[in-house]
């Protein structure tokens, strides 16, 4: 994105929850640029619906604060001001559960009038939603007889249907089939290309991928990476070697290992404390994290096989680079910065 263009909507500074004693999330720092799709990822538990029920007033931090754009300056959401600060944005945070006897068209109605939608463009803007989602013969049947991914679509539009600026989508493909994903997907790229700002949650890595201009990583309440996805990815170039002996291992695998990082961390071209070497005891598949270079890739091999270690396969699997940059930093977060 151009430096110029940069324009911040929403941001988060130091938002913190507890429940009890436990930080749901802790110290997350996030901006939302004009324009852009911020994917907001994490597994299950990090985080993303309690830092999105913060950004929505529904919960209150028991530190930092949510600064949202409105009349040229961003202003500091509070119980005073949340409406006016609310009304350009669209949430969806928990799919609703809808009353099975109503229609979209009731649904969308009421959605759009709590928002202040302006009455005679209604019935249009009803149509136009639908449209998006390409479910407008639908608009008067009953919900009660949809199936869950159409209704996880009547949630995604009512988010929307008084037509803000701003959209904040939680996990709104969970729970849908791959075709239904999809239709999610392109419906967030159009959201983009008409102009809206999208921050948009998920576990799954793909969906996010597929999508976002940046990645904001949440694991254990913490973001861990905020970056484009081009940098992420080429962070990401960092790889992991598979391999598998031949030779029967004597030792514990603990003094395995031991012995191995003592001659292979030093070719990995990553810093000792970053380097890790992991055993997985049902492949029986060694891993090595490593720069990604294909010289270093070599070096190791050769000086394995120098030493005496008899390679059954040796393989870089490319696929999911990002998935290993995934794992790799919810792991070493696990670890408290750094694996032994
Ligand atoms: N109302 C609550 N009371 C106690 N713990 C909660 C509550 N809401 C969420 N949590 C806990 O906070 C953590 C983060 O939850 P959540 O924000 O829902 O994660 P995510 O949306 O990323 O799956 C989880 O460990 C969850 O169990
Ligand atoms: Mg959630």
Do not use: C
């Given at each position: ?305 120098n030493n005496g270690y008899e390679i059954l ?28």
């Amino acid at each position: 994105m151009n430096k110029k263009n940069q324009e911040i909507l929403i941001q988060v500074k130091n938002l913190t929850k507890k429940f009890g004693n436990f930080y749901a999330v802790k110290g997350v720092n996030l901006e939302i640029q004009r324009g852009e799709i911020v994917g907001f990822l994490g597994p299950n538990g990090a985080g993303k619906t309690t830092t999105m029920k913060m950004m929505a007033h529904l919960l209150k931090p028991n530190e930092g604060e949510v600064l949202i754009r409105a009349n040229g300056d961003l202003q500091k959401l509070s119980n005073r001001n949340k409406d006016f600060l609310l009304d350009n944005i669209g949430f969806l945070i928990e799919i609703p559960a809808f009353y099975g006897k109503v229609t979209p068209k009731v649904i969308l109605k009421y959605f759009a009038k709590l928002k202040g939608y302006p009455r005679k463009k209604l019935n249009e803007r009803i149509d136009t939603v639908l449209k998006m989602i390409g479910m407008l013969e639908w608009k008067d049947k009953k919900i009660g007889t949809f199936s869950k991914g159409m209704k996880q679509k009547i949630g995604i539009v009512s988010a929307i249907v008084h037509d803000p600026d701003i959209i904040v989508l939680d996990e709104p493909q969970t729970g849908l089939d791959p075709a239904a994903r999809k239709e999610v997907r392109d419906f967030i790229m159009n959201l983009k290309k008409i102009g809206k700002t999208v921050f948009l949650s998920s576990h799954l890595l793909y969906e996010i991928s597929e999508v976002a201009d940046r990645i904001a990583i949440i694991h254990h309440g913490k973001i861990i990476a905020f970056d484009t996805l081009d940098n992420l990815e080429g962070k990401a170039m960092k790889s992991v070697i598979h391999f598998e002996l031949l030779n029967s291992i004597e030792s514990s695998i603990e003094e395995f290992i031991k012995q191995l990082k003592t001659i292979i961390v030093p070719l990995t071209g990553i810093a000792e404390e970053e380097s890790w070497i992991t055993y997985d005891d049902d492949s029986k598949v060694f891993q090595v994290f490593f720069n990604g270079n294909p010289k270093n890739q070599t070096e190791i091999l050769r000086t394995l096989l120098n030493n005496g270690y008899e390679i059954l396969e040796y393989s870089v699997p490319k696929a999911g680079l990002l998935e290993n940059l995934f794992i790799e930093l919810t792991r070493t977060n696990e670890l408290g910065g750094v694996s032994k």
